[in-house]
């Protein structure tokens, strides 16, 4: 039978692989963030639509990890919460 | 090098280095959590943070779309000013990615306090006792891998040579958290292997032939593993949708994910041939072999 101690500990469990999640998501957003910069110095002044294509999708990838970092954090606290008032 | 060929270049460096790689590996972070919280939560009304999990991980996926996007439009780009070489993409690094540690300072680790260790680890062994067919959870071992890319290649290691106990003694003898963080590690190196099995990215058309090939190995080596996991495991590689059912039951053990993951992986490298020391984040890409297809 599951007891509080138990309990507790599987939420540390997932709550250390959304931290390593966390991670993974920050150093995707500084990778991205060289890489616009890189694109932005190489590719100004093309008109071309897969160039235009390309500016959009990274800008939307920076926005899309902001908001998943966002909600784990949400999730954490949440968990935590849950955990402590066990 | 010309001007054009100078600006190819360095495109193609900044395509290649996108971080696909680390958001795939977000995701299987944030799917293995979901998963164990989900578990935990089970008969709860507490949403415990399952649902905010859920939208992470959705836009973590929106964000590796993009990112694919990206790259595609920059080969597309590279193309059409007349560098069609550069314009091929490279080998998928993704699994390198899963199984290197993260960059920078190492991830802090819980030290041993001298004190009882948290009641996790005989919820977790005991349940490789069972998927493995053991009557008794293995005891905890100082010579048990530290971290997941170690237990990978000694799971596959235990596959190779078709020894049981040599399964049950590796998994269940570890820390919880290194065990569980193997449903987050495999998934890109599982892609890769059956990709490489296969010799083209693994479809949905392949989960037949795929299945016939894994399936009866893994009932072998696992045969307490309810046969769904198994399946969606296999759905999973292929990008086929799992199909949820109202009947479905409780939520899956979140081990049985982490456990299956490790034995397909060594499955695969089996049926290719390749020895555990291959899973290598820094093993050079392996040769094609002509005869290799499932």
Same mark, same amino acid.
């Given at each position: 039978?599951?007891?509080?101690?138990?309990?507790?500990?599987?939420? /540390?469990?997932?709550?250390?692989?959304?931290?390593?999640?966390?991670?993974?998501?920050?150093?995707?957003?500084?990778?991205?963030?060289?890489?616009?910069?890189?694109?932005?110095?190489?590719? /100004?002044?093309?008109?071309? /639509?897969?160039?235009?294509?390309?500016?959009?999708?990274?800008?939307?990838?920076?926005?899309?990890?902001?908001?998943?970092?966002?909600a784990t954090m949400a999730a954490?606290?949440?968990?935590?919460?849950?955990?402590?008032?066990? | 090098?010309?001007?054009?060929?100078? &600006?190819?270049? !360095?495109?193609?460096? =900044?395509?290649? $280095?996108?971080?696909? #790689? !680390?958001?795939?590996?977000?995701?299987?972070?944030? %799917?293995?959590?979901?998963? &164990?919280?989900?578990? *935990?939560?089970?008969?709860?009304?507490?949403?415990?943070?399952?649902?905010?999990?859920?939208?992470?991980?959705?836009?973590?996926?929106?964000?590796?779309?993009?990112?694919?996007?990206?790259?595609?439009?920059?080969?597309?780009?590279? =193309?059409?000013?007349?560098?069609? @070489?550069?314009?091929?993409? #490279?080998?998928?690094?993704?699994?390198? =990615?899963?199984?290197?540690?993260?960059?920078?300072? %190492?991830?802090?680790?819980?030290?041993?306090?001298?004190?009882?260790?948290?009641?996790?680890?005989?919820?977790?062994?005991?349940?490789?006792?069972?998927?493995?067919?053991?009557?008794?959870?293995a005891a905890r071992s100082d010579?048990?891998?530290?971290?997941?890319?170690?237990?990978?290649?000694?799971?596959?290691?235990?596959?190779?040579?078709?020894?049981?106990?040599?399964? @049950?003694?590796?998994?269940?003898? *570890?820390?919880?958290?290194?065990?569980?963080?193997?449903?987050?590690?495999?998934?890109?190196?599982? @892609?890769?292997?059956? #990709?490489?099995?296969?010799?083209?990215?693994?479809?949905?058309? $392949?989960?037949?032939?795929?299945?016939?090939?894994?399936?009866?190995?893994?009932?072998?080596?696992?045969?307490?593993?309810?046969?769904?996991?198994?399946?969606? !495991?296999?759905?999973?590689?292929?990008?086929?949708?799992?199909?949820?059912? $109202?009947?479905?039951?409780?939520?899956? @053990?979140?081990?049985?994910?982490?456990?299956?993951?490790?034995?397909?992986? #060594?499955?695969?490298?089996?049926?290719?041939?390749?020895?555990?020391?291959?899973?290598?984040?820094?093993?050079?890409?392996?040769?094609?072999?002509?005869? =290799?297809?499932?």
């Amino acid at each position: 039978m599951a007891s509080v101690a138990e309990v507790k500990s599987a939420i /540390d469990a997932a709550i250390q692989q959304v931290s390593e999640g966390q991670a993974a998501v920050h150093a995707a957003s500084e990778k991205l963030a060289e890489a616009q910069q890189s694109l932005a110095v190489a590719l /100004d002044g093309s008109g071309h /639509d897969a160039v235009s294509t390309a500016h959009a999708s990274l800008q939307q990838a920076t926005q899309e990890l902001e908001e998943c970092l966002a909600a784990t954090m949400a999730a954490v606290e949440q968990a935590q919460q849950y955990s402590a008032a066990l | 090098m010309s001007l054009v060929q100078e &600006l190819g270049a !360095q495109v193609r460096a =900044t395509s290649d $280095d996108l971080p696909v #790689g !680390q958001v795939a590996v977000a995701v299987e972070r944030l %799917r293995a959590a979901g998963e &164990l919280l989900m578990w *935990v939560r089970q008969e709860s009304v507490d949403p415990l943070g399952v649902p905010r999990l859920a939208g992470a991980m959705e836009h973590a996926e929106q964000a590796a779309q993009a990112l694919r996007v990206a790259q595609d439009s920059l080969l597309a780009y590279l =193309t059409s000013i007349g560098l069609a @070489h550069d314009g091929a993409p #490279g080998p998928d690094g993704t699994w390198r =990615t899963a199984l290197r540690e993260p960059e920078g300072e %190492r991830r802090e680790r819980p030290e041993p306090s001298g004190a009882e260790p948290p009641p996790l680890g005989r919820w977790w062994s005991e349940r490789v006792a069972v998927l493995t067919g053991h009557g008794s959870p293995a005891a905890r071992s100082d010579s048990a891998a530290k971290e997941g890319p170690d237990l990978l290649r000694r799971v596959a290691a235990g596959v190779r040579s078709e020894d049981r106990d040599k399964l @049950h003694r590796e998994l269940g003898g *570890v820390e919880p958290p290194v065990g569980l963080g193997l449903s987050a590690l495999a998934p890109p190196v599982l @892609h890769r292997l059956a #990709g490489d099995l296969l010799r083209h990215q693994p479809r949905a058309e $392949d989960l037949p032939a795929l299945a016939k090939q894994v399936e009866p190995r893994v009932r072998d080596l696992l045969p307490g593993l309810p046969p769904r996991i198994l399946d969606i !495991q296999l759905r999973r590689i292929c990008r086929v949708p799992v199909e949820r059912k $109202d009947d479905d039951g409780p939520p899956p @053990h979140p081990a049985d994910f982490a456990v299956i993951g490790s034995v397909v992986a #060594g499955v695969l490298l089996r049926l290719l041939d390749r020895e555990p020391d291959s899973l290598d984040p820094a093993a050079p890409e392996p040769v094609p072999d002509a005869e =290799t297809h499932a």
